[in-house]
C-alpha cells in the first residue's frame, strides 16, 4: 500500500483529498504547513507528495526546488496542486522538478488518475537497479552478482531493493523495519541485522558495499 503525504493549507481541499485517496485503498498522512510536513518527512519518506503551491509558511515551488537537493528525496514522486491556471505557473512547477500538475478546482477522479500514474512511472522506472557487480531485475524478482544468479529470501530481495534505490544514502533502522517489515519491530531489530549478515554471506565479496552506519542504519555504496 503506497504512503501518500498531502500538504494543504484549505482544510476542506485536505479533508477531500484524504479521504478520495483513502477510499481509493492508499495510505495518507495530512499536513496544513510546510513546517509540519518537513518534521514529519525527516522520520518517515512516502511514496508521493501532493503538495500546494500556496502554504502559509512556504511557497510549494521553493519546497519541491529543497527536495530535490537533497540526496534522499530527489527521486520522490511530487504532484503540485494550485489556483494558479496561468501556463507560465505550471512550466515553472515542472521544470523546477514537479512530476506533474493539478489545477483548483479539480475532480476527484483526475487526482487519483494522476497519482496512480505518477506511482506507475515511477516503479516502471526502477524495473532494473545495479551498483557495482549487483544487479537486481524487478521485473523477474531476480539478482546477479557478476552475471550469476543469487537466491535470496523475499525479506532479503526486499532490503537489498531498498537499499540500492537509496544507494549513497544512509537508510534508517526504523525505515528498513518499517518498508521491509511493514510494522515498527521495536525491540525485535536483530532481526534485521540476521538478515543484513546472511544477505552479505550471499552476495559474497559484493557484500563488502553494504556498510553498517553505526546507531542509525545501513547504507549501500
Same mark, same amino acid.
Given at each position: ?10 482544510? =476542506? ?32 519518506? !512516502? ?29 520522490? !514522486? ?56 549487483? &544487479?537486481?531485475? =524487478? ?45 515498527? &519491530? ?36
Amino acid at each position: 500500500m503506497s504512503l501518500i503525504y498531502v500538504v494543504e493549507d484549505d482544510k =476542506n481541499i485536505l479533508e477531500i483529498e484524504m479521504f478520495a485517496l483513502k477510499n481509493s485503498s492508499y495510505q495518507v498522512e495530512g499536513f496544513e504547513s510546510a513546517g509540519d510536513f518537513y518534521k514529519k518527512l525527516d522520520s518517515r519518506q !512516502p511514496d508521493l507528495v501532493l503538495l500546494d503551491v500556496m502554504l502559509p509558511d512556504a511557497d510549494g515551488l521553493e519546497i519541491v526546488g529543497k527536495l530535490r537537493k537533497r540526496p534522499e528525496t530527489k527521486k520522490l !514522486p511530487i504532484i503540485l496542486v494550485t489556483a494558479k491556471t496561468s501556463e507560465i505557473d505550471k512550466v515553472k512547477g515542472l521544470d523546477i522538478g514537479a512530476d506533474d500538475y493539478l489545477t483548483k478546482p479539480f475532480g476527484v477522479m483526475e487526482l487519483i488518475a494522476r497519482v496512480r500514474a505518477v506511482l506507475r512511472r515511477t516503479v516502471e522506472e526502477e524495473k532494473f537497479l545495479s551498483l557495482g557487480d549487483i &544487479f537486481l531485475d =524487478n521485473e523477474k524478482r531476480m539478482v546477479y552478482v557478476k552475471d550469476i544468479p543469487c537466491s535470496l529470501t523475499f525479506k532479503e530481495y526486499e532490503l537489498l531493493k531498498l537499499l540500492l534505490y537509496n544507494a549513497g544514502i544512509v537508510v534508517t533502522r526504523e525505515v528498513i523495519l518499517e518498508r521491509v517489515w511493514g510494522i515498527d &519491530f521495536e525491540g525485535e531489530s536483530r532481526t534485521l541485522d540476521m538478515h543484513i549478515r546472511t544477505l552479505r554471506q550471499k552476495l559474497g565479496d559484493a557484500g563488502a558495499m553494504i556498510r553498517t552506519v553505526r546507531n542509525v542504519g545501513y547504507m549501500i555504496e
